[in-house]
């Protein structure tokens, strides 16, 4: 099937490396963001999420940071592995029916 | 785990077919989503449903229908295909609680020749 995100920002890493991936959200009133990555040919696979009243959250070799002051979101996996090279997006919501997924950035891991 | 399941993965149609992309979720979600994803454009959404029977239009409804007869199933429907719905559409899920996660299917890759 065609690639998804043919021209999207790419972030190109060395395995063992941390990677981190930056998003700007849109709406101030969103309180519920959410982290997915995509492999090529496949659906979105959801990573972790955080509400809006919280700064951090940890997961298995991921942390997600917001900070609401800028609108900004990042995604900070440790010792990247060959396995993460995938599209990774992110996505708010305002607990309405409507979730607004960013475009995405694709991460490389070099061996 | 959730899962959604996307009965056809790939499919190559005419022009002016109908076509039929099914969705079944067995989580016992109430809200259902159809969504295409084109390179560049990220996802954009097709139609939503919150119940049996109930569907809302989404941001790109033209050409296309759905359909929810049962809580676990939820249909787009190509009336005519044409050549500009050649993508991938990915079916997702919810629980009814707004702000939840959205659940995706493995996506269908459908050619409109």
């Known amino acids: 099937g065609e690639s998804v995100g043919l021209h999207l920002p790419t972030l190109s890493v060395q395995e063992g490396d941390n990677s981190i991936i930056n998003c700007a959200y849109s709406n101030s009133a969103s309180d519920y963001f959410i982290w997915y990555k995509q492999e090529s040919g496949k659906g979105p696979q959801f990573i972790i999420d955080?509400?809006?009243?919280?700064d951090k959250r940890q997961g298995q070799r991921v942390t997600v940071l917001l900070n609401k002051t800028v609108k900004h979101l990042s995604l900070q996996i440790a010792a990247t592995q060959p396995g993460d090279s995938a599209v990774y997006f992110c996505?708010?919501?305002?607990?309405?029916?409507?979730?607004?997924f960013g475009a995405g950035t694709r991460l490389f891991v070099k061996a | 785990d959730v899962k959604v399941t996307q009965s056809s993965r790939y499919l190559v149609k005419r022009t002016g077919e109908k076509v039929f992309l099914e969705c079944v979720q067995d989580?016992?979600?109430?809200?259902m989503f159809w969504y295409r994803q084109d390179p560049g454009l990220g996802l954009r959404l097709i139609y939503f449903s919150y119940d049996v029977k109930m569907k809302e239009k989404g941001d790109i409804p033209e050409g296309y229908s759905v359909s929810r007869e049962k809580k676990e199933r939820f249909s787009l429907i190509l009336e005519s295909a044409s050549t500009n719905q050649t993508s991938m559409y990915l079916c997702?899920?919810?629980?009814?609680?707004?702000?939840?996660?959205?659940?995706f299917g493995e996506g269908s890759w459908l050619t409109v020749v």
């Open positions: 989580m016992d979600h109430e809200n």
């Open positions: 997702a899920t919810r629980t009814g609680h707004s702000g939840n996660t959205i659940y």
């Open positions: 996505a708010e919501s305002d607990g309405g029916f409507k979730t607004i």
């Open positions: 955080i509400r809006s009243n919280m």
